[in-house]
Nanobody, 117 residues
């Protein structure tokens, strides 16, 4: 069973930074993609960024482009989300996902990010 464990969330002031980590229990290169979603209170879950197994990345949300960076450490089976210049509207629960070759998506438990104004 694949497990994804997020860490790094917390409370930060607007303009600050946080780095989220997602540690997978298996080789992350076995996944077609790994990514980060977020869900703000009262809103639908939305894709933030994805890292494809061949090395390309995609930032699905225009509001995070230039502020957030997705990266990975293959040796540690870990994907990161570096978040800079955080805004109150970035407040959400952030979820790590991993999609296998069959299209099945695994989810982590989520980590809370709160940005105060």
């Amino acid at each position: 069973q694949v497990q994804l464990v997020e860490s790094g969330g917390g409370l930060v002031q607007a303009g600050g930074s946080l780095r989220l980590s997602c540690a997978a229990s298996t080789d992350i290169l076995s996944f077609l993609a790994m990514g980060w979603y977020r869900q703000a209170p009262g809103k639908q879950r939305e894709l933030v960024a994805q890292y494809y197994s061949r090395g390309s990345v995609d930032y699905a949300n225009d509001s995070v482009k230039g502020r957030f960076t997705i990266s990975r450490d293959i040796n540690k089976n870990t994907v990161f989300l570096q978040m800079n210049s955080l805004r109150p509207e970035d407040t959400a629960v952030y979820y790590c996902t991993a999609r296998n070759i069959l299209g099945y998506e695994y989810w982590g438990q989520g980590t809370q990010v709160t940005v105060s104004s």
